[in-house]
Structures are given as structure tokens and as C-alpha cells.
């Protein structure tokens, strides 16, 4: 392999737009899972959304700490709990959803909330007719 290079940060910002499901790792404790999510994203900033009472807020709750993988990019970031998606504070980030994939959020349950993934690390492969041949990475 090459020496380390950084992300392309217009790059990945337009892979993240174009792709509709990321796989979410969660744990707490001991215990691992991963499942895949819908995401959104404004700028460097990953949006999804849950329910609060579901398996991974919960262990989103206990370990703020999660990792995100999609197409060759693999990310580390931390959560943030933004509430309701109907809430006046989130509106920007409704308004990109209904964009990206035509969803009304009217239906919703009261427990659902958006989920904020402040990204600490990517790494991602560089690939060369379907082989990995450098790794790119930076820390935020």
C-alpha cells in the first residue's frame, strides 16, 4: 500500500447523498449490533432517525459512541439526540428527508426522534478496477 491519504471531503459529501442506506454499529456494554439506517447529511454531519425506545437508541442512550459503514467508506462518530422530527428545530433537517426520499413525517409516533452522527474519524478504500489498493483517512 501507498502512503496515507485524506478524504476528499466533496467526495464523500456526494457518496453520502446518493446512497439511502448506511449500516448503523451500536453497543453498549458487551453487546454489538448493526442495522441498516435511511441517512440525510448537511455538510459533514450524518442524520437518521428512530425510534426512541427501539434497541439502538437505547444503546445509543448508554454509548453515544457509533460507527457507520456504507459503499468503501467506513466512519467513527458520536451522537447527538435532536427530538421530535415535527419539532421547529428541526426543520431543516425534515426538509432534506422529504427531499432526499419523498417522506411526509405525518404519521410518525411521538417516540420518534432524529439522531445527529458528529463524525470523528472516515477511512475509506481507494479502489482500482474493483481492488483496494490505498486507504484513505482523516480525524475530525
Do not use: C
Not at 476528499?8 to 453498549?28: C, I, P, S
Not at 450524518?46 to 459503514?69: C, E, G
Not at 411521538?110 to 463524525?119: M, Y
Request: aromatic fraction near 14%; avoid cysteine; proline fraction near 4%.
Amino acid at each position: 500500500f501507498m502512503s496515507m491519504l485524506f478524504i476528499n471531503e466533496d467526495d464523500f459529501q456526494n457518496a453520502m447523498g446518493k446512497t439511502k442506506v448506511m449500516y448503523l454499529a451500536t453497543r453498549q456494554n458487551d453487546y454489538v449490533t448493526s442495522r441498516p439506517v435511511s441517512p440525510v447529511h448537511k455538510g459533514m454531519t450524518i442524520y437518521f432517525y428512530t425510534d426512541d425506545y427501539s434497541l439502538k437508541a437505547i444503546q445509543m442512550h448508554a454509548n453515544p459512541r457509533v460507527a457507520i459503514s456504507f459503499n468503501t467508506y467506513m466512519i467513527e462518530g458520536s451522537v447527538r439526540f435532536l427530538g421530535f422530527p415535527l419539532a421547529p428545530e428541526n426543520k431543516e433537517i425534515l426538509e432534506i428527508y422529504k427531499k432526499k426520499y419523498g417522506e411526509t413525517f405525518e404519521d410518525i409516533e411521538n417516540s420518534v426522534v432524529f439522531i445527529a452522527v458528529d463524525i470523528t474519524r472516515i477511512r475509506h478504500w481507494i479502489m482500482e478496477n474493483g481492488e483496494p489498493v490505498n486507504m484513505a483517512e482523516t480525524r475530525y
